[in-house]
């Protein structure tokens, strides 16, 4: 495979999640940001994309959003790092939706979203097969896995009708959950990179966060173990305890070895060689050292259990390298 990603970092609220335009955007990332990104020793850039920052409404492209991807694509090649593209977040998916996306209930939907990966193919489609990658989407969304089967299958099938050797990323329904990769259907083809997001527990990454229902809990947590100690549960009342009771699921190195295994097994199955973990994520309020604990043990066990079956070691984050660095260091990684 000419695309083969090792450590990466996101860029995001760029071309994705932001409003800014002109000269503010243009400012939001530039040629020194991918220049200290090399000099930190990762080898990529994952580049999300929204539909509302790249097309108007009626379809027409934004010529300057495009222009600035390409600008950063050349900034990527200039410093010897590769970038994946992804289509974040569409007008009518989203990966935080509350009810059924538009893209999986009409069935135009899933032309329209292979049309926008037609006008990116034909903006940024003359990069190198080796140098750029495909990200279908970010974290979709789906009632059922059979649906996103369907979109991710049509619209792989139509890249590869402009673009045959092109890496190709697909992830499994459900915000990319390792929990959902057993259905998930796999073109048989050599160019793919599956992809998985790693969230568990979540009341322990996604801490105090806004955008989830178990964000509203702002007592203690802890890893390894379960998240809420018992004493603090016993303090909440109604129907939210009930509720952390279900997300309460306990978690350490073995439970993630668990997890980590089913997206490798489905690797097994078919003719793509890789896997990636892309993405994995800690919300600021929880505390470094618990954080730093959580982190650690994910990047360690991710290592181990690829380079056992992959016969050969992953790179682990350098962010993760510096976290680990400043919070232990007498710590061997």
Known sequence: MAFNPGRGTNISHWLSQCSSRGAERRAWFIRED????????????????????????????????????NESIYWCQRENLKAIVDLHILRTHYFNDIDEPKLFTDPEEKD???????SISCNIGSWSEDLIAYEI????????NASWNEVSNFVFDKIRGVEPKRTVIIGSNRWN?????????????????????Y????????YRAPWWEGG????????????????DLERVEGPFREKLLGWNKYCDRNVMVEHISKPLS???????????????????FISEVKSGLWVLALCHLWGRVYKTQQKRNPAIPACVLFLVTCLYPNTKV
């Open 177 to 197: 959950s390792v929990d959902t990769f057993d259905e998930l259907e796999v073109p048989d083809d050599k160019n793919i990179i599956l992809t998985f997001h």
């Open 199 to 206: 969230y568990n527990p979540m009341l322990l990454t996604h």
């Open 34 to 69: 991918v220049s200290r990104i090399a000099d930190m020793n990762f080898d990529h850039i994952r580049i999300p994309v929204d539909e509302e920052q790249m097309w108007k409404e009626n379809g027409i492209q934004e010529n300057e959003a495009f222009d600035l991807l």
């Open 112 to 118: 329209r979203l292979a049309s926008l990966w037609g």
């Open 216 to 231: 509203a809990y702002c007592g203690q947590v802890n890893y390894p173990g379960k998240p809420v100690p018992k004493e």
């Open 266 to 284: 489905l690797k097994e199955k078919t003719v793509t060689s890789e896997m990636n973990l892309g993405i994995l994520h800690c919300h600021y």
């Open 137 to 144: 989407l970010n974290e979709p969304v789906a009632r059922d």
